[in-house]
T-cell receptor, first 113, second 115 residues
Framework: DSGVTQTPKHLITATGQRVTLRCSPR?????VYWYQQSLDQGLQFLIQYYNGEERAKGNILERFSAQQFPDLHSELNLSSLELGDSALYFC????????????FGQGTRLTVV | AQKITQTQPGMFVQEKEAVTLDCTYD???????LFWYKQPSSGEMIFLIY??????QNATEGRYSLNFQKARKSANLVISASQLGDSAMYFC????????????FGPGTRLSVLP
């Protein structure tokens, strides 16, 4: 168990809908990362938060947004969903400010039908 | 240009044998970290081993060791005494200090351990 909790584990929704993925980082970790893993794109970095503030942005679509709350949990909001958004979405957390590893949650498998 | 290259889409190894998974990286940042993660069929990403750019010695964690050749910009993962449970996807990743400490992942290598 990595200590990073993601909910839900599986999500099936229709095109055009909006969903929210939740992530609780490991205790003490201030940095949260979101990644999308699809068969054709591999692991793509979406966005990073550190202590509540956005720190880095990757290949995140405008239809997607995220935030990190004062208790350090994070949510990734995906709206106007398309079939191509079907993927495994990972959250990872790390202590940050140093060359430290990131620990991943088990992922949320999103299927858009 | 790809920051992380893993040239072996798939590898086979006999149980109890050693195997090397290749990883090359591209960075101009003097401070960076290199990581290997394992993703079994269940989907979770499991951290295996870490090597810092300033580390003089190759990292080792149990049966995993990282063959770090800085001048060649390579960070190959060596798994000794392979076990059936080692069958999985393996990802090499890099974290650069000057790029927000974000992790960049390679495309992965699928390792199959044969009985």
């Amino acid at each position: 168990d990595s200590g990073v909790t993601q909910t839900p584990k599986h999500l099936i929704t229709a095109t055009g809908q909006r969903v929210t993925l939740r992530c609780s980082p490991r205790s003490g970790d201030l940095s949260v990362y979101w990644y999308q893993q699809s068969l054709d794109q591999g692991l793509q970095f979406l966005i990073q938060y550190y202590n509540g503030e956005e720190r880095a942005k990757g290949n995140i679509l405008e239809r997607f947004s995220a935030q990190q709350f004062p208790d350090l949990h994070s949510e990734l909001n995906l709206s106007s969903l398309e079939l191509g958004d079907s993927a495994l979405y990972f959250c990872a957390s790390s202590v940050d400010f140093g060359d430290t590893e990131a620990f991943f949650g088990q992922g949320t498998r999103l299927t858009v039908v | 240009a790809q920051k992380i290259t893993q040239t072996q889409p798939g590898m086979f190894v006999q149980e109890k044998e050693a195997v090397t998974l290749d990883c090359t990286y591209d960075t101009s940042d003097p401070s960076y970290g290199l990581f290997w993660y394992k993703q079994p069929s269940s989907g979770e990403m499991i951290f295996l081993i870490y090597q810092g750019s300033y580390d003089q010695q190759n990292a080792t964690e149990g049966r995993y060791s990282l063959n770090f050749q800085k001048a060649r910009k390579s960070a190959n993962l060596v798994i000794s005494a392979s076990q059936l449970g080692d069958s999985a996807m393996y990802f090499c990743a890099m974290r650069e200090e000057n790029y927000g400490q974000n992790f960049v992942f390679g495309p992965g290598t699928r390792l199959s351990v044969l009985p």
